[in-house]
């Protein structure tokens, strides 16, 4: 089967999906769901692409349109509660940083 390839590593899946796989922090990621002309992707049907505030695009494929609604409402779903948790992050910072500076008055 000409999909099938040896693993070379933990990166690499024997399936008809080939490639390597990582996560992507979706915290101050920007999801583009048309994709630019000047892409190499543009025209094919149901890609999308994701670009984290590092700059690094990657570009992804659903098999279908109702696959692609799917990942568009979960992606963009996830990215909000990932902004939003990011708030909660900074806001304990802040009241951490407040008692620790009042907790050193006080001594």
């Known amino acids: 089967n000409r999909y099938n390839a040896p693993v070379q590593d933990a990166s690499t899946i024997t399936s ?4 390597k796989h990582g996560i992507i922090y979706l ?11 000047n892409s190499p992707s543009f025209g094919i049907p149901c890609t999308f692409q994701l670009t984290t505030k590092e700059g690094v695009t990657h570009n992804f494929r659903a098999s279908s349109r109702n696959g692609y609604s799917r990942w568009m409402n979960c992606i963009s779903e996830s990215i909000v509660q990932c902004q939003e948790n990011s708030y909660f992050d900074m806001a304990e910072d802040v009241v951490r940083k407040e008692n620790l500076e009042r907790a050193l008055k006080f001594e």
């Open 27 to 37: 915290n101050g990621t920007l999801l583009i769901e048309h994709i630019d002309p």
């Open 16 to 19: 008809r999906r080939i490639g």
